[in-house]
């Protein structure tokens, strides 16, 4: 099972790890305020929703994939999307639904439309991204718990799978 957590760092901010036990642990990114993680209905993919600002959410999908490294195997982790406009006023950013029978995954985005928080005018936008290339073996071993995991407060405890 694998996790996805944020970690805080003494002087601020923090950064986005990826673990598997003891046998596997990656740093994705370096972040400053707190996320969120939706799983694919396979372990292969995963998207981070980041609360980037105040009133942003950005979302980066990762691929997860097993390689061999001499002889032993391990974890590739691949970002695969990344929203536009990162950290952009009042754009939030999540997963609609994954789609991997074809190959992608449905995300939504939320936004004001006047550039005026004093006069929001919210809008709702839908985009399917392809993440999966058809025809390789990237989906296998279905699980259908498809849940989105809300990190504790005080306790920012991971997010696992």
């Not at 980066?60 to 006023?89: A, N």
Request: glycine fraction near 8%; aromatic fraction near 12%.
């Amino acid at each position: 099972m694998f996790e996805c957590s944020f970690e805080r760092a003494n002087e601020g901010g923090g950064a986005v790890f990826l673990t598997r036990g003891d046998q596997f642990r990656q740093k994705i990114y370096n972040a400053d305020r707190g996320i969120d993680v939706q799983w694919s209905p396979i372990d292969a993919y995963f998207a981070v929703l980041d609360h980037a600002t105040g009133h942003s959410v950005d979302i980066r999908i990762y691929k997860i994939s097993k390689v061999t490294v001499g002889h032993q195997e391990t974890f590739k982790v691949d970002m695969v999307y990344e929203s536009p406009l990162p950290g952009e006023f009042d754009i939030y950013w999540g997963v609609e639904k994954w789609n991997l029978a074809k190959g992608s995954v449905l995300l939504k985005c939320r936004y004001s439309s006047t550039g005026d928080p004093a006069k929001h005018v919210w809008k709702e936008a839908h985009w399917e991204i392809p993440i999966v290339y058809l025809g390789t073996d990237d989906v296998t071993n279905p699980n259908p718990h498809n849940k989105i995991f809300r990190p504790n407060k005080s306790s920012e405890k991971p997010q696992s799978r």
